[in-house]
């Protein structure tokens, strides 16, 4: 009698990055040949700037070594000096509050909006009643990519005379018109435009923008080499460069991909209870696409997909103060983060993805 091996079909990623392959960047890494010149600014370092500075209508750009970098230049050079306190969500990655504290402030966590997911200027003015004084700083997330929204943060900062800085990580791509409030990006290996490791400060204040590229290469700040402002060395190298602007050849093949898996999964998932984010993949789009589930049915949801073989991430964990590292930040009432965060999954979603694979996964959802 023949026994036949019944196989489990094969598990689903969670997220497959994708960089540009080698025939891409080969003909940029034959002009760092020819120029023998392999960082300190270099001229595909100039190019990407300029380049991002095209996609985003930023007038000024830094280029970092990554989104956690970016954000701890930013403060550095917008926070109010002599205070201690940084506004921010605790419904954030945890980089959020590490690039806070190596700016020498201190995180005071909040709540989102349960709908955007995102800091608004209605929490953070409700909360300004609570503190003994102004805060340093306040620092707005970018919810996986979504745009935040620029001007009604501005008119926060032009009325209460508090700095904004935005941890736009994901939203590279969903920017436009950035103000003097400098948009911090990631450009890491997971994100719609990535390099691997890498991040910018993008802002319409071209004086931030040159103190901020100073404060990455030790505070040169013109033609002499002196250090004329406190830095570090924060640069990229003419390598990293050469993937940036091979990865802006390719985006707009990369982000009609990224819209119609979208599509892909909205279809899927119509009439059901679980919903994505407003505006992903049509108003902007995001490599770590989520949804939001049920309060009742978290558990029976992430027990499907578990017996399924399908990977899923909760990306911002259950919220900062969740993490023993701060633990003992101050903040507000986070009960509505507890209930939120549980609820946020990140499905998979990458290009290795079949019509098999995705009616699977939809097959875990209600």
Known sequence: MTITAITSPAPIKVLIPRLPEAAALLPYLQRIDANRTYSNYGPLNREFVARLSALTGAKGVTLTSNGTTAIELALRSRATPGKRNCLMPSYTFIAS????????????????CPDTLALTPEIAEAALAA???KPAAVLVVSAFGAPPDLPAWAAFEAHHGIPVVFDAAAA???????????ACVSLHATKVLGIGEGGAILTSDTELAERTTAMTGFGFLGAERLATIRGGNYRISEYAAAVGLAALDALPARL???RDLTDAYSQRLEGKAVRLQRGVGDEWVTMTLNVFVPE???????????????????WWGLGCHRHPAFADVPRADLSGTDKLAARVIGLPFHDNLTDADL????ACLN
């Open 256 to 258: 009609q991909a990224l």
């Open 97 to 112: 509050a590490h690039a806070v504290c190596n700016a020498g402030l201190t995180p005071y966590l909040l709540e989102v």
């Open 296 to 314: 009742a049915d978290v558990t029976g949801t992430l027990e499907r997909l578990d017996a399924a073989g399908i990977e899923w991430r909760r």
């Open 359 to 362: 009616d699977r996964i939809a």
């Open 131 to 133: 503190l003994p004084e």
């Open 172 to 182: 590279v791509t969903a920017l436009s018109d950035v103000g003097k409030q400098p």
